[in-house]
């Protein structure tokens, strides 16, 4: 079983930047592909980025493009979400999500069902 954690969020103004990070604290040493997904008060939680196993496939959602960027240390067992210009509709809490993937996976996942494992979320506020 991997454990995800979430560090990094916190209160910024409209305009700053975070960084989030995710990290399997129990090194599993199981092979995930990782995503952020972001749930702001309601039921939803919304895709935010996904990033391949082996870290050659990212994508995001089109209401990120351009201002966020996944990435992975695989050394470290760590996902980054670096959140640039953020803007107030970006508040929410973030969550780091991983699936159990084949070796050298190259496929990353964009639904919450896709996923086996999940962190407990990190507030992200922004002020304008």
């Known amino acids: 079983q991997a454990q995800l954690d979430e560090s990094g969020g916190g209160l910024v103004q409209a305009g700053g930047s975070l960084t989030l990070s995710c990290a399997d604290s129990?090194?599993?040493?199981?092979?995930?592909?990782m995503g952020w997904f972001r749930q702001a008060p309601g039921p939803e939680r919304d895709f935010v980025a996904a990033?391949?196993?082996?870290?050659?496939?990212?994508n995001y959602a089109d209401s990120v493009k351009g201002r966020f960027t996944i990435s992975r240390d695989n050394g470290k067992n760590t996902v980054y979400l670096q959140m640039n210009s953020l803007k107030p509709e970006d508040t929410a809490v973030y969550y780091c999500?991983?699936?159990?993937?084949?070796?050298?996976?190259?496929?990353?996942?964009?639904?919450?069902?896709?996923?086996?494992?999940w962190g407990q979320g990190t507030q992200v506020t922004v002020s304008s």
């Open positions: 999500a991983g699936r159990n993937v084949p070796y050298f996976s190259n496929t990353s996942y964009h639904t919450v069902p896709e996923y086996d494992y």
């Open positions: 129990v090194r599993s040493g199981i092979r995930l592909a």
């Open positions: 990033i391949s196993w082996s870290g050659g496939i990212t």
